[in-house]
């Protein structure tokens, strides 16, 4: 099932990645960092990461100080 498999290239090696465990959005973000020879500049990957995991910390904060807030508030 060659459709539910995204290869890439990193530094030389190939990787397939099993399209069904990840969302659509992600699967198109890494799209857009594949040449059309399917490989991924390690630096853009990382790039991508770091900007992922920045989202993604400053949501659990978000998420804490709202739940924090809606405690507060609930005690009130």
């Known amino acids: 099932l060659m459709e539910n498999i995204f290869r890439v290239c990193i ?18 973000n890494l799209k857009n960092l594949t ?6 500049d390690p630096r853009k990957l990382l790039g991508a990461f770091l900007e992922a995991s920045e989202i993604s910390n400053t ?3 978000n998420i804490q100080t709202a739940l ?3 405690e507060t508030l609930k005690n009130i």
């Open 35 to 40: 040449d059309e020879n399917h490989t991924i």
């Open 11 to 28: 530094n030389g090696r190939y990787y397939d990645i099993p399209t069904q465990n990840i969302s659509q959005n992600t699967l198109e």
């Open 59 to 61: 949501l659990q904060t």
């Open 68 to 70: 924090q807030t809606l």
